[in-house]
């Protein structure tokens, strides 16, 4: 007697495969950030080409879509990657292959465009490129299904389901509450943060910063911490799920925070559930990304809730601050506790996105998404970029942009055809809070096992909730399961103004003295 | 008007994707043996299966003969990539597919029986595997052709072309000459080697060896130097060739000469020329591995003459010694560059092939090359195995095996799957002398610039010779073309007795005075 196979074997297995070759994607991009040396870039750069074209084949193979249509059958979870697995065949197919290709190519030679052009202050050699990257990006959205808006189809590579209209008033509330927040700090001493910048050797910083990612309960075992010139966290599974970060031996806090951050990304792909290792819940299939994490928000939403609501705490310096200056006695003997805090908590404006504070973060974000969106819609065109750029710069933050190299050539993300990303960078603030608050309620010892540095517990909570289920639900589904409501700003900015009135001695604001409303330029 | 591809372009398509798939592979590997923390084992072995099994697919896709095919008639060297891509898809369709199966799955799986048969001396475990992994290797060896003998077709996958009936006569004639050396050095005195075992600081000895890299000659721009428990070399195509070494604080002559060894093995991958690059002349098809190197026996041609005839040399450690003393002062205070020389040529018999002298190496490879040829015949038993080893042990080296885990289980070659490589070792160490007598021929004042450390003009000569071709050439015409004959154990047997009759106060072999033949056990 034959045996047939359960209905979804072929589709276990395609979907293993898949996951397989874009993990292996991951270890090209891993080694090319860390450990190749220069002369490989350009081979490099084919075997990626090669490895994603291989990729996009077997997902646009039928057989594979045979494969997912005979496992819609199966036992939760595997419908639901069936499902999705489908939903990315028919979004894959949706897109041309010349404008797939046209695309790859105009990332590559965009990159190396834009490296030149920030390099030299040279916006005109990169708008250009810029403008043939809008237009794709535009035909892109067209072909994934316009929406409501043609914006839309761009968030949802990076965070599916969020739309323009869904978006729109969450950053309009945001703006409301940052920009007199903003001000009221301003109005308000500046804490002292000259120590920051001693003297702080590289072997000390990486001592400590790895001490840190173990107590948050990242997992040597399956993981390692290098440096790279710009810290990330990728996983070529959950069973090796690396992090990097930057250090520099006259700026602490860099090292420090970059390391809890990828480490709260770290946690998120080392807590997946172990039966979804290779399979379709482990896989952006779209995006041709190996990862466990819902959505670039889910998963920002776990570095920031590491990063700002753990580690940037008073409890947290209560507990780690003797370890810190026991490690940089010289550096740190005049400092204490509580003023180590408000250093590393200091708000002030500042001309670079990825050196910004908690609270203008979010003002960055806000002015790149408009910006983009307005792209994508037609209503800016790139040869106006620069000016628009500066202008808002102007408005939200005071800062008059001196080149655009620290203007609106600072990113990556546009030239390496990330049009719709930014976005997830705030929405992934918005839900840190959210899913803390969550914990709190769940949890009523989650305070005082801060204070006593257990961090078990919280992470244990999160990985229950959020990161066991790893691509299962949508960010929308999760947020409603975690939370019991969709995304929400109130518990973020509730958070931003008690932490910030308490750091800055400012009133908090009250119904009757409510926060004065900011001019409202976004739509 | 269209303008047709030319007849090739398929096929340096399909060919230069091959390559990408195995590099990558290499990376992988590279990866494994380096970086990657343990959690990842499982994962990692499973995304090598997928990409080997997809490697697998696209050269036997019919698409790729056909490719081939139109190649043939492409102007030289393509003609000839065609014709060793279409033997290799040729052989590949001759293994049934369900031996390539039970070969892989047993690879892996004897491997973990070899680890903790090794760590628990327990042979019996390991049996079963061994008595299997040489059925597979029997039926390997049929279906690829049998030739005149069964272990031919192994011989072949590692050094194409070898044979049973070439390389017999050959062992024979070093077992008449080693043995007979071996017991006249035996019978002087022993040099200081005292000092080797002394404190080396692992940091001094990594930029030591970081800098003898670089003046042989090994770019890195194009590669970089880790550490790992066995070192090796690995490319990534020409522009990323990596090497390893193994840093032993209380044995001095490990990481130094490990890491010329492998920078030997680099020079060559880092010498094919640049149209070689992502082409079938540099990948080994049938072996699925990226690699720019001829054979097997070549590659060990130039790590034995770079870290032997060139970096053991008289010439080398007059040259070097005095930086080697300032490097290490106190360890080297009461030794000089020739008390040193004789110390890092020391000849003395040992268990384990990995640390055996230059000249009980050979001893060491014919008995397994003896052994493993017995096994493919039929003649020897794997329940036998030990006893024949030991005797053998007892025989050539004078040594008594204390136990099977520095016996017959020490290597990793059987439990991996590589029955038929041995051999290359001695190929290796004969070809080694080959080529530097051809050099020596060809360029007057090598010794001169190898005493002024000048080592330039060798490898340029080598690259000139052999490097750039790539796998253009098979061994024997890459010998005849840079030697003007076939595999020549008489510059290896002239250079060994020289040298050691040398370093050891030896009466120079003369026609008059030959050194006494030894039994003849190599049949």
């Known amino acids: 007697m034959t045996v ?17 070759l874009l993990c292996v994607l991951n270890l090209l991009n891993w080694d090319a950030r860390t450990q190749m040396p220069p002369g490989g870039s350009v081979t490099r750069a084919q075997q990626l080409a090669t490895l994603t074209g291989l990729a996009r084949e077997r997902l646009l193979d039928p057989a594979y879509e045979t494969a997912a249509r005979a496992a819609l059958t199966a036992p939760h979870p595997t419908d639901r990657a069936a499902r999705q697995s489908l939903d990315a065949v028919h979004a894959m197919r949706r897109v041309p292959d010349d404008l797939t290709r046209d695309l790859a190519h105009l990332r590559a030679e965009a990159l190396d465009v834009w490296v030149r052009a920030r390099a030299g202050n040279d916006f005109a050699s990169f708008a250009p490129s810029l403008t043939r990257m809008v237009d794709l990006h535009r035909r892109l959205a067209d072909a994934l299904g316009p929406g409501d808006h043609p914006y839309d189809a761009l968030l949802g590579l ?3 389901g969020l739309t323009t209209a869904a978006l729109t008033p969450v950053l309009n509330r945001l703006r409301a509450h940052h920009l007199p927040l903003l001000q009221a700090i301003q109005a308000r001493p500046a804490p002292r943060t000259d ?17 840190a990612a173990e107590r948050f309960g990242y997992d040597f075992g399956r993981g390692r911490l290098d440096e790279s010139a710009h810290p990330f966290e990728i996983s070529f599974t959950r069973q090796d799920v690396r992090i990097t970060t930057r250090v520099q031996e006259h700026y602490l806090p860099g090292a420090l925070f970059g390391t809890l951050h990828e480490v709260g990304h770290a946690l998120y792909e080392q807590g997946v559930h172990p039966d979804l290792t290779r399979t379709a819940l482990a896989t952006d299939l779209l995006g041709q990304y190996a990862v466990g994490g819902a959505s670039y928000g ?10 700002n609501r753990v580690g940037r705490s008073a409890a947290y310096w209560d507990l780690q601050f003797p370890a810190l200056q026991q490690t940089f006695p010289d550096q740190l003997a005049d400092v204490d506790a509580e003023t180590f805090l408000r250093a590393v908590n200091r708000v002030q404006p500042t001309l670079i996105r990825v050196e910004a504070d908690e609270l203008t973060y979010d003002l960055h974000v806000m002015l790149r998404v408009d910006l983009e969106r307005q792209l994508i819609e037609g209503t800016l065109q790139v040869r106006d970029l620069p000016d628009a750029w500066n202008a808002r710069m102007q408005a939200d933050l005071g800062l008059t942009v001196p080149d655009d190299t620290r203007g609106v ?15 997830t960078y705030t929405v992934g603030n918005i839900m840190a809070s959210q899913f803390h608050d969550a914990a709190q309620r769940a949890l009523p010892d989650l305070d005082s096992d801060l204070q006593r540095g257990e961090y078990g517990p919280l992470r244990d909570w999160l990985t229950q909730q959020i990161y066991r289920h790893g691509r ?51 739509p």
Chains 1, 2 share one sequence.
Do not use: C
């Open 298 to 307: 889910t998963h920002e939403s776990q570095s920031r809730l590491w990063e």
């Open 195 to 211: 120590f920051l910048t001693r003297h702080y050797p590289a072997a000390l910083q990486r001592a400590f910063a790895r001490a």
């Open 409 to 423: 050539l600072q990113d990556i993300h546009w030239s390496a055809g990330m049009i719709g990303s930014f976005a």
């Open 472 to 522: 299962t639900y949508t960010p929308q589904e999760l947020l409603q399961r975690v939370t019991g409501g969709p995304l929400d700003p109130d518990p973020y900015l509730a958070y931003l103004s008690g932490k910030f009135s308490n750091l800055y001695g400012l009133p908090a604001p009250t119904p009757e003295n409510p926060p004065r409303p900011a001019p409202q330029e976004t």
């Open 158 to 160: 990076y965070e599916p």
């Open 4 to 20: 047939s196979p359960p209905p979804d074997h072929a589709f276990r297995q395609r979907s293993a495969e898949l996951n397989d």
